[in-house]
Structures are given as C-alpha cells and as structure tokens.
C-alpha cells in the first residue's frame, strides 16, 4: 500500500538550509512555503527554532500561515529544545538521536541504554504537553548503526505508544535499494508506527532508495527542492515524483499539481544562486529533448516510444533536436510543416543529406537548418510557379493553333504572322 499510498515531508527549509548556498530570508522562506503548499506536498520541515533567533521567528510566521501543508520542525532530542519548538505553534516535532558507533563516540557520547532512557522521557513529556501534535523519533546514521542496536531502540519507542512515526535515516548515503529493503522490512514487521526515510544522496541513491523504502512499507519520504542539503543533498522532490509517476501516473496526477513543478525549482535555484541542471528530472532543459533520427521518428508517431514521461502533465514541451549529422528525414519534416512550408518527402530527404553533410564540417543551429528549409521552399515554389506558367503559355498556344489550324509548333514560332492567315 505505501507505493499507492505516502506523504512527502518536504524539508528545503530544513535540510535544504543546510546547502552551501542557501541562506533564506523570511521572506524567500514563505514563498517557498506557498510555493511547495501549492504544488501540494503534505508536510514542510523547518529548521529548528533552537538554530537562531531568526529561525525561531520564521517557525512561529509560517506556522500561522493557514498552508494545507501540516509543518513540523526537527530538534535534537532534549526537553529544552522541545519545550521552544512546541511554543512555536508547529503542527508536529521530529525528534532525532544518532545511534551509530560514531555518532555514539565523537558526538553526544551516550550509550543505547542512555538513549532508550533518554528518549523515553523525552517522547512521554512531549506528549504531555502537546497530545494532538505529530511527532516523530528518528535514529541518525541508521545503516552504519548496528541493527540489533537500531531495533532495540526501535521497538523501545515504539512500545511507549507515543510517537506517530519511526524515522531511519540514510545520513551519509550509504545505503543501496536492496538493504533499505530489508532493513525498513524488518521495522515494519517490529513495529506499528509510520516509518519515514530519510536518504542522502553522496552515491547516487537517494530517489531509488526512497522508492525501495516505499516499498517495504515506508509511509513518508523526505525530499527537497533539487535535492539541495548537506553535501550532495538528499532525494529531489522532481526526482521522487518522477519516480512515482512512472509507477503510477494516474495517482501522481491526482495527488499533486505536477505543473506547478517548474515554478518549484526555477524559484530555489534562484534563490541558493545555481542553475538548473541539463539533466534535472523533468525541468532539466534536455528532460525532453530528443536527437537521434530513429528515435525522431518514433517520438513524431508515438511519444510513449521513447518517453515514460509526458511532458505536458508537467506544462512542459518536448524538443526535437535536428541541426546534427544524426538528425533524420521525419524530423526534418516535422520542421518543415511547423514553419508551413510546402515540401516533398524527395525534397526534405535531399534537405536532410545536405544538413547531415554540413554538420560534419561545422556545427549547426536550429537556424540553418530553417534556413535551407526556406531555401528549399523558395526553389520549389519557384519551380512550381515556372511549371504554372509554362502550362499556360502551352494552353494559349494550343487555343491559337487550333484557331487558325496549325501545328501548336507552327504557333509557337510564328505567332504575329498567323494572326494575319486567313480561316
């Protein structure tokens, strides 16, 4: 059910805060907000208040917005920081703890036991004081934890009945599909609360990882806008939902307003200072971008040859490439009719060889290759124009021999005299 059924918990203000090129003000904080609320994700993760002043206020303005999105903040797993970010009016908290060996030695140096205990007094008092809020216990560094550690804490957590979900995080991209499988398999086989995934993305895995989370019985996935975060950033919303749609089109449709992807991105890659990337998921310039002849001609008849995407459920077009010795008749010919201009198919194949000859000695652009088209069209019009009137010229003679009873020949050499021949 979870690849039918999940949630994004969408954290380009959290997670995303954390890339090199970030640094939003309040301001750019609530246009992203309405921005993703209005593409429709169902939750929007902030930076803990307890980060600055700052952030303390932003959490406070965007939590009395009104979005349809529910917003949570992450916070470490302390009473203090949880008594701030509840006094912040934020819908849920996301309490997080490391449990691997490292995180254990060289970052709050306390032990599973120590943990367990902590975050049992941590969640109980939470709850206390906030009943109706949603919250969630996450392990840092889960897959280089050991697993008898992370199910011991698990289960510990899961058995105080208070916590929406169980959050396991991918935090240095580590992890392969295969392993997320087992190890989120295992969780929901244990435990009875939601379970969120949280993936980096440092090998590539990010999008696949959250997918073969979903798999296994994940609810939420954690993305942000192109994936921005600390290092290189963790699952991409255009990714993910790329993903998605492929498994299922007509629920991802349904779900979420796909055109308003581009906006999405086009705004926080302004915002953090890049550009998007060539090869972005779906808003990337050559997403839709088709060369090679063969393929061409199999776009132009069915575009579902080459494409699992469709372009226009995310407002977008799709571009066939043709100023290039690969380029083939069929999209020559397309070009052609886009520009409304009269051609055979003899004539554009002979267009075509003549763009392919130029390519190999120069590089070309959609303008040359319009260019000879026009060039073309002008020659072939020209040619059908001097047939025109030489059909004419030849319907005159015929009329003017059979007047006066000679050979069209006759007429054709000597016209002025046989005007003076009698009948």
């Known amino acids: ?33 309405d921005a993703l609320d209005e593409f429709g994700v169902e939750y929007l993760e902030l930076t803990s208040p307890l980060a600055s002043p700052q952030s303390r206020m ?63 007094e941590v969640l109980a008092w939470i709850r206390a004081q906030a009943p109706d809020i949603e919250l969630r216990f996450s392990t840092e560094d889960s897959f280089r934890s050991e697993e008898k550690d992370l199910m011991r804490v698990y289960l510990a957590v899961d058995k105080l009945g208070v916590v929406n979900r169980l959050g396991i995080a991918d935090t240095v991209g580590l992890a392969a599909p295969r392993r997320v499988y087992e190890l989120i398999s295992s969780l929901r086989r244990l435990t009875h609360a939601d379970i969120e995934f949280h993936g980096h993305n440092d090998t590539g895995c990010a999008i696949a990882n959250s997918f073969s989370a979903l798999d296994a019985g994940a609810t939420h996935i954690d993305t942000s806008v192109l994936g921005i975060g600390e290092r290189n950033g963790i699952t991409p919303l255009g990714g993910f939902v790329a993903r998605m749609y492929a498994h299922n089109k007509a629920a991802t449709k349904k779900k979420y307003k796909l055109k308003k992807l581009r906006k999405v991105d086009q705004l926080v890659a302004e915002m953090v200072g890049v550009a998007i990337p060539f090869n972005n998921y779906i808003t990337g310039v050559t997403a839709f971008t088709h060369k090679a002849g063969i393929h061409s001609k199999a776009i132009l008849n069915k575009p579902e040859t080459y494409e699992i995407l469709d372009p226009q459920d995310f407002g977008l077009t799709r571009y066939i490439s043709i100023a290039h010795k690969l380029t083939g008749w069929n999209a020559i010919k397309d070009r052609a009719e886009q520009l409304g201009l009269e051609l055979s198919d003899a004539q554009i194949k002979l267009v075509t060889q003549e ?18 088209l026009h060039r073309w069209a002008e020659t072939a019009e020209d040619e059908r124009r001097m047939t025109d009137d030489e059909r004419r010229t030849g319907n005159d003679k015929n009329a003017l021999s059979m007047a006066y009873r000679v050979s069209p020949k006759e007429a054709a050499e000597n016209e002025k005299p046989l005007l003076k021949q009698p009948l």
């Open 58 to 120: 932003d959490c406070e303005t965007i939590a009395r917005r009104g979005l349809k999105a529910k917003i949570l903040t992450h916070i470490r797993c302390h009473k203090d920081d949880a008594a701030i970010a509840l006094d912040t009016g934020v819908g849920g908290l996301d309490v997080v703890i490391g449990t691997s060996s490292m995180l254990r030695e060289f970052s709050h140096g306390k032990s599973i036991d120590e943990i367990i205990e902590l975050a049992g």
């Open 1 to 33: 059910m979870s690849l039918e059924k999940f949630n994004v918990i969408e954290s380009t203000l959290r997670e995303g805060e954390q890339f090199v090129g970030a640094n939003f003000t309040l301001d750019q904080k609530l246009k992203i907000a």
């Open 355 to 372: 763009v392919k000859a130029l390519a190999d000695i120069k590089q070309l652009d959609l303008e040359d290759v319009d260019e000879l």
